[in-house]
């Protein structure tokens, strides 16, 4: 008796806790149940449900070490809930490559408030389902999303954080997202929106972050900026708007990061961006912007990056000196004058400053340094080209042909060298002529958000099967604009031949295959390729493209460039992987060209020509007669035609024995007349008019 009572306590402390523990533990069906039609929606196949999903998260997922940095595999759950369940709050399935489509049965997990689905190969639409959802956190961004924005998103009035970049969303965007009052981020970048922004966004007051960077939008950018008074973040690049800049956008006092680019059309001065103190990464890029550069952006004590490139800008380069945090700073392509400021002179190589492209004087060209490219920086001189720091080598000879293997090694191709090409280029780097005097490159911009990918080459992830395959395995690459130039080059027509295949993203089903590639070419500083897109082209990755262009050298230079303007995806498949990829570049002169040897042959030869030709011209003048009087009188009148009654002055001379006066027969209208002989045949001739008659 007495040894039942611990006996039969044991048991029902052990029966307590058992049903303590699968009371606490227990992650109620209906959410078992959605998990499994989410994973089946996501093919989705790592999921164990053998176990309990919220309380024995090592053996829930099958362990399966993924070494992709973007891989993302959790699912967290709320375990202290008054009715003593758990409940499936947050799920991060990043990086999968899942492809699926984005699950209806998400609105099964009612105590769902994070999905994020970044990176994966879904498919498909928006479901209608997600309406009545509770969401706090949607991201679906890099997938293979398309169909329209649909209006039931603002249902969702919990969002706080909605990013559908990096998809191939399309149609308008819905005015009910102005419903979504408690948003703070809003990312569309990098899809293919149109039509105009509705003005129900200024409702969204909370918003902290607004990209809408590469899409097709129309019309101008509306005024939207005065309400939005929390923005830190705004994002507008080659969105499709028409300039200018509206003015409002000088109300945004809180913005921390401004990018703007690519704006078409009519420009404007600068923005009025005083009140903007706490900015860090400034760009105002090819948006058409003239007059000076302000000199309050010297009050913007924080500003790492400043991107002021392509524009119109005119007049000096405003004092930064107080700005020692400015990493980056591009004035590329504008008409900025005047000397080139101490402060800049006195900044070293941590600096990277790009004045490529400008109208500076000469006279203030700094020593050389790493970092600051003052590529075609000056006025005047044709050899503005490389400035006086780089020191100008005359040319030794003139060339006809120049081939790069850019990004590669040397490389021989049938007869042909390409030439290695394995300098490091930079945020703001010119790389000279060196030992080499016939080429360089003049790189500018740094790759967005990544600070790992600087080497600015990519190289091939797969074994390449493509004709000259060579040339391919490694590509430059640059984020905003690289220029490739050939100098001392005779001057005269020339064949060009870029060479390009996409070798970064990749056609496997998988998120790197998302990647939209797409950049501009400039020969001699004129468009010939806009939005290029090497995959489509060439109908695949790892393929060969080869695009044929003319060209004409007149300075003995050719510059080629490659340009980024700002279109395509930038963080499918990876941050970092966009802007102009080029594998090879090959110049040839489009005239015949020759060595010393070959010129000396054709000027021997030529002499020689043109005597014979004198003398076979002498030759025939003789043999017709009219050179010298050795032709005998008898061969003269042998050729007397007696059919016409037309004589040669010659011949008259001949028949009459030199206008014998003894011939001589009379004189007549038309002058002396003589009698001629013709062997036995005696003619009359008229001396003036050169006829006659024969008996
Ligand atoms: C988790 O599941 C594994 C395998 O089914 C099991 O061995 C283990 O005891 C479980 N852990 C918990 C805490 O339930
Ligand atoms: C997944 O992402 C969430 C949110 O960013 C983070 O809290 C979690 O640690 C990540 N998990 C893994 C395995 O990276
Ligand atoms: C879990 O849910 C309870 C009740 O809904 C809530 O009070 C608590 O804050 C939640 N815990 C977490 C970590 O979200
Ligand atoms: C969105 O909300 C409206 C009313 O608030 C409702 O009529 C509509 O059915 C909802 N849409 C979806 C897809 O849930
Ligand atoms: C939302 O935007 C703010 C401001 O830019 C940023 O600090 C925050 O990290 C963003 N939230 C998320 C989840 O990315
Ligand atoms: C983008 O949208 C426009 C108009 O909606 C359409 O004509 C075009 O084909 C779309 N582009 C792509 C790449 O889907
Ligand atoms: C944008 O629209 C133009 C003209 O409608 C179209 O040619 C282009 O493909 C569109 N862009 C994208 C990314 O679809
Ligand atoms: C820049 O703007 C001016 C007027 O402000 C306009 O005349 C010019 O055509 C614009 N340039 C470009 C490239 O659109
Ligand atoms: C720029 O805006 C500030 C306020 O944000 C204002 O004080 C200043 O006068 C404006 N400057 C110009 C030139 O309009
Ligand atoms: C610089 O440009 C400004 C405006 O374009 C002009 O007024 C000034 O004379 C120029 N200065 C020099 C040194 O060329
Ligand atoms: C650049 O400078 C040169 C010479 O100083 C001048 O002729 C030219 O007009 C200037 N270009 C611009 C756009 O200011
Ligand atoms: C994305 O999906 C469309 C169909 O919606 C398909 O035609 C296309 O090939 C897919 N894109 C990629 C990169 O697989």
Redesign the pocket.
């Known amino acids: 008796m007495k040894a039942v009572l611990p006996y039969t306590s044991f048991t029902v402390a052990v029966l307590l806790l058992v049903l303590c523990m699968a009371a606490q533990a227990a992650t109620p069906d209906n959410e078992v149940k959605a998990l499994r039609e989410i994973a089946e929606q996501l093919k989705k196949k790592d999921w164990n449900f053998d176990v309990d999903p919220c309380t024995n998260e090592t053996s829930w997922f099958t362990p399966k070490l993924d070494s992709r940095p973007l891989y993302n595999n959790s699912l967290i759950c709320n375990c202290s809930n008054s009715d003593g369940v758990c409940h499936v709050v947050e799920l991060f399935l990043g990086g999968q490559d899942l492809a699926g489509v984005l699950p209806p049965a998400l609105v099964k997990l009612p105590y769902l408030k994070t999905i994020d689905l970044t990176r994966n190969y879904l498919s498909g639409n928006i479901p209608s389902e997600w309406g009545s959802m509770q969401l706090e956190?949607l991201s679906i961004c890099v997938n293979n999303l398309s169909g329209p924005i649909p209006s039931f998103l603002g249902n969702i009035t919990t969002l706080g954080?909605l990013s559908i970049d990096n998809n191939m969303f399309s149609g308008t965007i819905p005015h009910e997202l102005g419903k979504l009052v408690n948003l703070?981020?809003l990312s569309l970048s990098a899809n293919n929106l149109t039509g105009e922004l509705p003005v129900a966004l200024t409702k969204l007051i909370k918003l902290?972050?607004f990209r809408i960077s590469s899409n097709n939008f129309t019309g101008r950018m509306t005024n939207l900026f005065q309400s939005w008074n929390q923005l830190?973040?705004l994002e507008i690049q080659a969105s499709g708007f028409e300039g200018p800049i509206p003015s409002s956008i000088s109300t945004l006092s809180t913005l921390t990061e401004l990018r703007i680019s690519d704006l078409v059309g009519e420009g404007s001065n600068f923005p009025n961006l005083s009140s903007m103190t706490g900015m860090t990464k400034l760009m105002l890029r090819s948006c058409n912007i003239s007059g000076q550069i302000p000199t309050y952006i010297s009050n913007m004590r924080q500003l790492q990056i400043l991107d002021l490139s392509f524009n119109r800008l005119e007049g000096r380069i405003p004092d930064l000196s107080d700005l020692t945090t400015l990493k980056f700073m591009y004035l590329t392509s504008n008409f900025l004058n005047g000397t080139i400021p101490d402060w800049i002179k006195s900044r070293d190589n941590r600096f990277q400053i790009d004045l490529s492209y400008n109208n500076l004087s000469e006279h203030s060209a700094p020593s050389c340094r790493e970092n600051l490219n003052l590529f075609k920086s000056f006025s005047g001189r044709d050899n503005s080209i490389l400035s006086e720091c780089l020191k100008y080598f005359p040319c030794s000879k003139d060339r006809y042909f120049l081939h790069i293997n850019c990004g590669g090694k040397a490389t021989t191709v049938g007869n042909i060298i390409y030439e290695e090409d394995e300098e490091t280029a930079g945020a703001a780097v010119f790389v000279p002529v060196r030992e080499r005097e016939n080429w360089g490159f003049s790189s500018t911009g740094n790759f967005r958000d990544v600070t790992t990918r600087n080497d600015y080459v990519a190289k091939n992830v797969s074994a390449l099967t493509m004709k000259e395959s060579e040339l391919y395995t490694s590509a430059r690459l640059s984020p905003l604009s690289i220029t490739y130039y050939a100098r001392c080059l005779a001057n005269g027509r020339y064949k060009v031949k870029l060479h390009f295949a996409e070798i970064v993203f990749r056609d496997n089903r998988s998120f790197y295959s998302l990647g939209r590639r797409i950049f501009d070419v400039y020969i001699q500083e004129e468009r010939v390729m806009k939005d290029f897109d090497i995959e489509n082209t060439a109908r695949g990755v790892d393929k060969a493209v080869v695009k044929n262009f003319n060209a004409v050298v007149n300075n003995s230079v050719l510059m080629i460039r490659f340009y980024w303007a700002g279109k395509g995806t930038t963080a499918a498949s990876e941050t970092g992987a966009y802007g102009p990829l080029i594998s090879a570049i090959s110049v040839e002169s489009g005239f015949i060209h020759l060595n010393d040897k070959m010129k000396m042959t054709i000027v021997v030869g030529a002499v020689v020509l043109v005597l014979l030709l004198i003398f076979m011209i002498l030759g025939i003048l003789r043999w017709k007669g009219y050179l010298g009087g050795r032709i005998s009188r008898e061969k003269e009148l042998r050729r007397l035609d007696l059919q016409t009654g037309f004589f040669t002055y010659r011949q008259i001379k001949a028949a009459t024995d030199n206008f014998n006066v003894a011939n001589k027969i009379g004189e007549g209208g038309f002058g002396s007349v003589y009698k001629g002989l013709y062997g036995t045949r005696i003619c009359i001739m008229g001396y003036f008019n050169l006829q006659g008659r024969c008996l």
Request: hydrophobic share 10%.
């Open positions: 956190y954080y703070k981020n902290t972050e830190r973040i």
